[in-house]
């Protein structure tokens, strides 16, 4: 740490404490664009299956901004050039890089705006706050973005090995319980240097890689990509579904607020860009919003709202089976068919409409370690050059976890059973 800065320090269960520099960057972490990631969980509707999954974006945000400054300390003491600006503005980029998340993290992003990405609402928020606080933002947004000479700098933010990923590894590990996921953070750090204006690893450090990207897979199996979290987003997804649909039809719902009714109703698009309403009604919004409003529709006249309501709310889930393939129409048919005759032996509406909010047919997509052209690199301690990890390491499994894993899925009524086209079912 500079001796001449002031810092303010926060307690953190994973990285111990965290010494946040006053001035530009603690009023950052101050200000309510920040502050609102402490209503939005980081996990998103994973709480549902790992009860210590109760932590927020703002969290991983002050989490980050710690193994930030643990991490350009490191390079500024192996000689590597970092100015005052350039430290000040990757630790904005840091901070500042998950506040264009919605309510539940990624399960409401494509919901609630159409033809929207989280990262262009991050880049317009960054833009707002450039202009709140004089410009002071404008290095950093260009190292968020980028478009500024340092490459590496860049690279500590979003990369195959950044610094997001080493917090949330290890932050959502520790909170899951999952012990699996448990990441050499600190060891990481230590090895990182600059290399021709990139960042790599020293040699001693590539068990520790091998290690993250293990773990990274091992998450997105356990965590990330869990049955009974899959089976919520589905639901989640349909009340919002319903919730439109019903409003199609001239139905008159209750709002947890005013921003949340704009969404509704308006259904606004980013096609065209983030307009400034837009901007002022999203900062507005986060989890409760999403609970209240579910809270109003449970009691909503509509039979299959109510229904899907009451089972969000009593964790009522849908089960999930895996299938080994993806499955043809005719199966999907069998399947919906199968549905409609269970919704009516349940008193609830069993038309095609209905029968979309009750199963679903989906996969899922993870990559561990995608080295082609944003790979991590190894030095070569014997010649002083860089070399991609997955040709640098010892062991050929990863080789094999830069494939892709896909897994085909079904989302459906508990009291039917699919196992029977299956030939993987995980309970």
């Excluded at 990405?117 to 002071?136: S, V």
């Excluded at 991590?376 to 050929?396: C, G, H, L, P, Q």
């Amino acid at each position: 740490m500079d001796k001449s800065t002031q810092y303010k320090i926060f307690t953190d269960p994973v990285h111990g404490f965290i010494g946040v520099p006053k001035g530009t960057v603690l009023n950052l972490l101050d200000h309510p664009y920040i502050q609102r990631l402490r209503r939005i969980r980081q996990l998103g509707l994973s709480y549902f299956v790992f009860p210590g999954a109760e932590h927020s974006r703002f969290s991983h945000a002050l989490g980050a901004l710690g193994l930030m400054i643990k991490v350009l300390n490191n390079l500024k003491e192996k000689d590597t050039t970092i100015s005052r600006e350039e430290y000040e503005s990757t630790l904005i980029a840091i901070l500042l890089h998950d506040i264009g998340h919605g309510p539940y993290s990624h399960t409401l992003e494509h919901t609630l705006i159409c033809d929207f990405q989280h990262e262009m609402m991050t880049t317009a928020l960054m833009h707002k706050l450039n202009d709140e606080f004089g410009g002071k933002l404008s290095t950093a947004i260009s190292i968020f973005t980028g478009t500024y000479p340092k490459t590496f700098l860049h690279q500590l933010i979003s990369s195959q090995l950044d610094i997001d990923r080493l917090d949330y590894l290890k932050r959502d590990s520790i909170h899951t319980g999952v012990s699996e996921g448990s990441v050499g953070v600190d060891r990481i750090i230590k090895t990182m240097r600059v290399h021709q204006g990139n960042i790599v690893i020293d040699s001693k450090g590539i068990y520790a890689v091998e290690n993250y990207i293990t773990a990274r897979r091992l998450m997105y199996m356990q965590v990330y990509l869990h049955k009974t979290a899959l089976s919520a987003d589905k639901l989640l997804r349909a009340i919002f579904r319903r919730v439109r649909k019903l409003l199609d039809d001239g139905a008159e719902l209750y709002f947890s607020s005013p921003a949340m009714e704009y969404f509704m109703v308006r259904r606004p698009s980013a096609a065209k860009g983030i307009s400034n309403e837009l901007i002022r009604n999203f900062v507005m919004i986060d989890d409760s919003d999403v609970q209240l409003c579910i809270k109003y529709w449970y009691y909503h006249e509509d039979p299959i709202l109510s229904d899907l309501c009451r089972r969000f709310l009593n964790r009522q889930f849908f089960r999930t089976t895996f299938f080994q393939e993806k499955p043809e129409e005719e199966l999907i048919k069998k399947h919906r068919e199968q549905t409609a005759k269970q919704l009516k032996q349940m008193g609830l509406p069993h038309d095609e409409e209905a029968v979309s909010y009750y199963v679903f047919h989906d996969y899922s997509y993870s990559e561990a370690y995608k080295y082609q052209n944003d790979g991590i690199w190894i030095m070569d301690k014997y010649n002083d050059t860089a070399v991609e990890f997955s040709r640098a390491a010892d062991t050929r499994n990863i080789i094999a976890m830069t494939e892709p894993v896909v897994k085909h899925y079904g989302v459906h009524l508990k009291e039917l059973d699919f196992r029977k086209d299956s030939t993987i079912t995980i309970r």
